[in-house]
Structures are given as C-alpha cells and as structure tokens.
C-alpha cells in the first residue's frame, strides 16, 4: 500500500528529476499567476523559519532565491527594488549598529 503526502507547496523546478531518479510517485500542476504568487509568499515563510532554526549559509541562499523568484514573480524591477533598498539605507541606516529599541513614550 502507498504512503500518500499532501504538500500542495512551491517547489524547485528540478524537484521532479530528483524524485524520478529515487522512484518516488509524485504529482504536480504548473500554479496560475495568483497561485504562483501566494505560493511565492508561503515559500518565503517557510525557508525564513529554516534559516531561523538552522541559521547557516544554504538555508539563508534559500531565502535569497525565495526573494529573488518574488522580485519577478510579482513584477518588481531588481533595479528599483535595489533603490528603494539603497534609499532606506541612506535614509534610516542599516542594521550594522546592533540597536535595539528597547522602549518609547510620547
């Protein structure tokens, strides 16, 4: 009898070679642009919370690719994504200072 998973989540294109080459049975469908998107968003949650566990340099290459897929998933331009980054920074700064907000009052 086979043991049937539900996963219904975005996977990388090559997924399907690996699981041809150890025989396992799978079935896929190619996501519609909404789809894509939202399943573009629950993959970012998902590696965010690997990399959150394991806090290594692939799990964090998995959110860059995550990141990356969105930016032309979702119809950014890299460049003015780039910008906005760039502006925020000069802005507001980065985060290389380590503070931390401890409290505020008005």
């Known amino acids: 009898m086979?043991?049937?998973?539900?996963?219904?989540?975005?996977?990388?294109?090559?997924?399907p070679e690996?699981?041809?080459?150890?025989?396992?049975?799978?079935k896929t469908h190619v996501a519609g642009s909404d789809e894509y998107k939202e399943?573009?968003?629950?993959?970012?949650?998902?590696?965010?919370?690997?990399?959150?566990?394991d806090r290594n340099e692939e799990e964090l290459a998995d959110v860059l690719e995550v990141v990356e897929a969105i930016i032309g998933g979702l119809g950014f331009s890299r460049q003015n994504v780039e910008r906005l980054k760039e502006k925020k920074l000069i802005e507001r700064g980065g985060f290389n200072d380590r503070l931390i907000l401890e409290e505020t009052s008005e």
């Open 2 to 15: 086979s043991n049937i998973k539900k996963h219904n989540k975005l996977i990388r294109d090559r997924i």
């Open 39 to 53: 399943k573009l968003i629950e993959k970012l949650k998902e590696e965010v919370d690997e990399f959150s566990e």
């Open 18 to 26: 690996v699981l041809e080459r150890k025989g396992v049975k799978y």
